[in-house]
C-alpha cells in the first residue's frame, strides 16, 4: 500500500488509473488521500470473485438490483472519495440509470471488502465508516487467516456495530439482499 503525496478528487483518480503505467495497479481515494495498491493476491482474488458469484447468483434468482464487482463507489456530494470493494450489491430502487461510464454516484447497499496484504485490516477499518454513513447498510469483512467474516451495520444510534460470523457460520443479506444465505464453510473450503 502507498500514499500517494497531495490531495487528489474523482477526477483525478479516473485519470491516473487509465495511465498505460498503471494498468496493474488498484486505487482508492478517501478524503483526497490516494492510495495505491499492489494487485491481489491469489486467495484474495478467488474469494473476491466466490463472493462476487454468490451475489450475482442471489440476485439473478430474484432480480432485486445490481451486483457488481471490483467497482468503483463515491458518495454523491464527496468529490474526494472514490472506494472500490471486492464486491457490491446495489438494490434497483438505488440504481441510477442510465449507468455511469465512470465512478457510481451512491454507496452501494452492501459491500465486500477482502482483508489481505493488498487490502490491510487497518485501511478496510478506515473505509467503513464512509460506507456506512453514505447508504451502505452491510458491509462484510472478509477475513481469511480467521476463516470468518465480520459483519458491519449502524444501529439506531448511528454507531457501527460489528459481530464476527466464523466458518461453521452463514452470512444473511438481511434486508438488502432477502434469501441470500452463504454457508462459510463452503467459502474456505
Same mark, same amino acid.
Given at each position: 500500500?502507498?500514499?500517494?503525496?497531495?490531495?487528489?478528487?474523482?477526477?483525478?483518480?479516473?485519470?491516473?488509473?487509465?495511465?498505460?503505467? %498503471?494498468?496493474?495497479?488498484?486505487?482508492?481515494?478517501?478524503?483526497?488521500?490516494?492510495?495505491?495498491? +499492489?494487485?491481489?493476491?491469489?486467495?484474495?482474488?478467488?474469494?473476491?470473485?466466490?463472493?462476487?458469484?454468490?451475489?450475482?447468483?442471489? %440476485?439473478?434468482?430474484?432480480?432485486?438490483?445490481?451486483?457488481?464487482?471490483?467497482?468503483?463507489?463515491? +458518495?454523491?456530494?464527496?468529490?474526494?472519495?472514490?472506494?472500490?470493494?471486492?464486491?457490491?450489491?446495489?438494490?434497483?430502487?438505488?440504481?441510477?440509470?442510465?449507468?455511469?461510464?465512470?465512478?457510481?454516484?451512491?454507496?452501494?447497499?452492501?459491500?465486500?471488502?477482502?482483508?489481505?496484504?493488498? %487490502?490491510?485490516?487497518?485501511?478496510?477499518?478506515?473505509?467503513?465508516?464512509?460506507?456506512?454513513? %453514505?447508504?451502505?447498510?452491510?458491509?462484510?469483512?472478509?477475513?481469511?487467516?480467521?476463516?470468518?467474516?465480520?459483519?458491519?451495520?449502524?444501529?439506531?444510534?448511528?454507531?457501527?456495530?460489528?459481530?464476527?460470523?466464523?466458518?461453521?457460520?452463514?452470512?444473511?443479506?438481511?434486508?438488502?439482499?432477502?434469501?441470500?444465505?452463504?454457508?462459510?464453510?463452503?467459502?474456505?473450503?
Amino acid at each position: 500500500m502507498k500514499i500517494w503525496p497531495g490531495r487528489y478528487d474523482i477526477d483525478d483518480v479516473w485519470e491516473i488509473v487509465h495511465r498505460p503505467e %498503471n494498468d496493474d495497479k488498484r486505487f482508492e481515494l478517501l478524503d483526497g488521500q490516494l492510495v495505491e495498491f +499492489p494487485p491481489a493476491g491469489f486467495q484474495h482474488g478467488v474469494l473476491a470473485a466466490e463472493m462476487g458469484f454468490h451475489l450475482y447468483d442471489a %440476485n439473478k434468482r430474484e432480480s432485486l438490483g445490481l451486483a457488481t464487482a471490483r467497482c468503483g463507489y463515491h +458518495p454523491p456530494d464527496d468529490r474526494w472519495t472514490v472506494l472500490g470493494p471486492s464486491a457490491a450489491f446495489t438494490r434497483k430502487e438505488r440504481v441510477q440509470y442510465p449507468l455511469a461510464k465512470k465512478y457510481a454516484a451512491r454507496m452501494p447497499d452492501l459491500a465486500v471488502e477482502i482483508a489481505s496484504f493488498c %487490502n490491510p485490516r487497518d485501511w478496510v477499518g478506515e473505509k467503513l465508516p464512509k460506507y456506512l454513513q %453514505n447508504g451502505t447498510q452491510l458491509v462484510w469483512i472478509v477475513i481469511p487467516d480467521k476463516q470468518g467474516v465480520e459483519v458491519c451495520r449502524l444501529d439506531a444510534d448511528g454507531i457501527i456495530q460489528s459481530e464476527v460470523i466464523g466458518a461453521d457460520g452463514a452470512l444473511s443479506g438481511e434486508q438488502v439482499l432477502p434469501g441470500f444465505s452463504l454457508e462459510l464453510a463452503a467459502l474456505f473450503s
